[in-house]
């Protein structure tokens, strides 16, 4: 079946500028989770949805990152005024309800703020 | 403060050779433990997970790990590589198997 997939793979965009990164989890899962991976380090976590409400945003740096998932399904991360250090890949992931269960991860979306 | 090492950044070994991962971690209690491989122009795949019960687990492509309490390490082992299994590897750690804490991953070379 399908995996995860993210919307655009890759954006450039100029600092100060505002973006929405994509994620159409597995079918079926009701668990979602955004990471960042900065170049040379492991994935970051920044937030977890259980069903439509967040469950765990402890991870999300600052209040210009906000995430939704409203109807359970298709989530979308959003970044208010970039800066040059949000450049970085922005990967998803969604699994099973239960915590055990393995985490499948997105090709991610490569963001460049200029 | 909760925390994740891999203390090696590169290791380069033989095809056919045997291959030991290392990761330590400093958690409260005996957290989630994962393995991920991620290899170029792929995402991120498990190869193998630990929350309980024989502290030996065997995972995917012939990868088995380790959890020892004492040392709170999980490495990582394989008898013999393969070219292909050269890649970048992530341990993960988390107090559920929800929200989990990378190391800053070991990049695997696998010469001839």
């Known amino acids: 079946g399908a995996g995860v997939s993210q919307t655009p793979s890759n954006k450039v965009t100029e600092k100060g500028k505002y973006v929405e990164l994509r994620c159409d989890p597995i079918?079926?899962?009701?668990?979602l989770y955004w990471y960042r991976q900065s170049l040379g380090q492991g994935p970051e976590f920044l937030i977890y949805?259980?069903?439509?409400?967040?469950?765990?945003d402890s991870g999300l740096p600052n209040d210009r990152f906000f995430a939704v998932r409203p109807e359970g399904s298709v989530s979308t991360l959003k970044i208010q005024r970039t800066e040059r250090g949000d450049s970085a890949v922005y990967l998803c992931?969604?699994?099973?309800?239960?915590?055990?269960?393995?985490?499948?991860f997105g090709p991610g979306t490569r963001l460049t703020v200029l | 403060a909760q925390s994740v090492t891999q203390p090696d950044i590169h290791i380069t070994v033989s095809e056919g050779a045997s291959l030991e991962l290392r990761c330590n971690y400093s958690?409260?209690?005996?957290?989630?433990l994962f393995w991920y491989v991620q290899s170029p122009g792929q995402g991120l795949q498990l190869l193998l997970k630990?929350?309980?019960?024989?502290?030996l687990v065997q995972g995917i492509k012939g990868f088995e790990a380790e959890f020892k309490r004492s040392q709170s390490s999980f490495n990582l082992r394989k008898p013999s590589v393969h070219w292909s299994d050269a890649a970048e590897y992530f341990c993960?750690?988390?107090?559920?198997?929800?929200?989990?804490?990378f190391g800053k991953g070991t990049s695997l070379l696998v010469t001839p």
């Open positions: 992931a969604s699994s099973a309800t239960e915590p055990y269960n393995e985490q499948f």
């Open positions: 079918s079926g899962h009701t668990a």
């Open positions: 949805f259980q069903g439509t409400g967040a469950a765990d």
């Open positions: 958690y409260g209690a005996t957290p989630y």
């Open positions: 630990y929350f309980s019960g024989d502290t």
């Open positions: 993960a750690v988390g107090p559920t198997g929800y929200a989990l804490n």
